[in-house]
């Protein structure tokens, strides 16, 4: 059997994208592989030894075009309101806290925030479903 391991986004600016997945799910850098022309990042925490890669072109200076394939990342979390407020304090603009039913039923609450490449991060309440 397959294990999921890493999932990869490229970014902008190395530090400015550490920092925002720092403060917001206390990832940490795990490790940092130098190459010629680029580096990679792998963010993790406590939570699970999923890993989010950062891949980081040291000759690139203009923004990346996420496409329309792309959805987002997620984070689950107990206490959705503390890392909504994290966000806001700074100013990640994160969106209103929403409620998802089915059949009368709460499936999830959750809001979106934008990392500073622009990768959508939901954040989801863990329940039953989400954890």
Sequence with gaps: MAKMIHSMIRVRDLSQSVQ???ELFDLEVKRQVDFEGFSLTYLANKETSFELELTYNYD???SYELGNGYGHLAFSTE???SIWRIA???NYAPSDIKSLHH???LVARFFFVADPDGY???IIERNETYF
């Design 79 to 81: 206490d959705i309101e």
């Design 20 to 22: 925002f997945y720092h």
């Design 120 to 122: 959508q991060v939901e």
């Design 60 to 62: 690139n200076e203009k």
């Design 103 to 105: 059949k009368d039923k």
């Design 88 to 90: 806001s304090l700074h």
